[in-house]
Structure formats: C-alpha cells, structure tokens
C-alpha cells in the first residue's frame, strides 16, 4: 500500500491509535488445551494441515515444525472457526502463526482452506461454544467482551512461557500476539480540509483516547501517544 501511494504521489503520516491482540479460543470446557506455542499453530491451522479431523492427526506435523505445548495433541474433533480472508484479524494470524514456517517449508502463507470462516465474529463464537475441542481465533476487543463464552488459550512467547492476553500483557508487547492498531492520513487532503484536521484532533485528544477502553481495545502507553501527537502536528502544519 505504501509503494501505490507513493506511486500516486500521494504523502501519508502513520499515527498509533491503540493496540489490540489477538486471542486464540476454545470452548470453556476445553481443558486438555491451555497454551501453544507458534508451531503447533501451525501444524493445526496452517495449509499443511488441511483435510486433517482431529487434533491427534496432526501430531507427526508438529514433531516435524518443533511444537512443544500440550503435544502430543488429544484424540479429539478439530472444529475450527476464525474470520475469513476479508478480515485484517485474518492476515494478523496469518503473519504470526503461519508465515514464520509456510515460506521456508514452500507452503502457501495462508490458513487451511477447509475452516468455518465467518465476517461476523458473533458466529465465531457460536462456534466455538458448539464444540467442546473447538479450535479458532478473533480479535482480543471481542473476546474481551465475550469472555464467559471461550477460552483464551495462552500463547507461548521465544522464552517458551506462555501468556494469556490481558490488557496489560497486549499494552507491554508481551503477549506474542500484540498489534499496533493505526490511522493513515493524507497529509495534503489534512492541510487543505478543516474537517480532516479536526476529526483527526478528536481521534488523539483525551477524550477520543478514552473511547479506545469504551470499545474494548488497549490504550498504548502515554511515550507513543505523545510520539503521535507529534508526529500529527508535524504533518498538519
């Protein structure tokens, strides 16, 4: 996207918003799975694992990448659930748990194709609470709000300790699956349109910043807040 605006002639300022994480799921009363590591993500989401039905079938798989976390893996259906490829939930999960191993093993860096895969996360959930050995992914914000529905399965970091997302581990960066959620905006369209320049000063003023929590997201430490403050008033003249 950047090389297409640049291509236009077209400048941008990047500003950080808030962060967001994304939780991997399961049913409540999945209690044989509580943490994986990137592998075994891998070896039961990724294209690899395509066609398999339980969780047990993809056992040689996460030998072969390295998992470690609750392997071997329970003879137990594999229903999954998670956005589809419209979705930027979808291409996060896909750049943290799929592409470090879909390029070097010559596998597509996507998802297995053969996955309920829904737009509306509310159906995600559904999902999940349907199967007891449900296996799926959505954004921390919803799962922060539908919590006594699924259970967030703790994602192991490069230390191999596994933590669960909670506002504070998504805020510090130490929960593996933390994103950096942004606005892009045309600095031209911003310099020339008052209107431009005033819903961008309500987006990082106190109070636009004290929506982020309203809707479920983090809010990013008070040093990059300030860093985009700046990097705005910079870019709007």
């Known amino acids: 996207e950047a090389a297409i605006c640049a291509d236009a002639g077209i400048e941008f300022t990047e500003l950080e918003v808030a962060i967001d994480g994304l939780s991997v799921i ?3 009363v999945n209690d044989a799975i509580t943490c994986m590591d990137v592998p075994g993500l891998y070896s039961l989401l990724g294209p690899e694992s395509e066609g398999t039905a339980s969780w047990a079938d993809n056992n040689d798989l996460a030998t072969e990448v390295g ?27 896909v750049e943290f748990a799929i592409g470090p191993f879909a390029e070097d093993r010559g596998a597509d860096e996507a998802t297995r194709a053969d996955y309920t895969s829904s737009a509306n996360d509310n159906l995600i959930v559904e999902g999940i609470e349907g199967s007891d050995t449900s296996l799926g992914w959505v954004g ?18 490069d230390d191999g300790e596994c933590v669960m997302p909670t506002d504070e581990t998504v805020a510090d ?16 369209n911003a310099q020339e349109n008052p209107a431009v320049r005033s819903y961008v000063d309500l987006y990082l003023s106190d109070e636009g910043i004290a929506s982020v929590g309203n809707a479920g997201y983090v809010q990013e430490t008070a040093d990059d807040l300030a860093a985009a403050r700046a990097a705005w008033a910079a870019a709007a003249g």
């Open 67 to 93: 998992a470690v976390q609750n392997t071997p893996f329970p003879d137990a259906d594999l229903v999954i659930y998670g956005p589809g490829e419209e979705s930027g939930t979808y291409d996060s999960f």
């Open 140 to 157: 921390y914000a919803f799962y922060k709000a539908e919590g006594d529905r699924m259970k967030a399965i703790a994602v192991a970091n």
């Open 26 to 28: 399961t049913n409540p």
């Open 173 to 188: 960066n130490s929960y593996p699956f933390s994103r950096d959620l942004f606005i892009y905006v045309n600095v031209a």
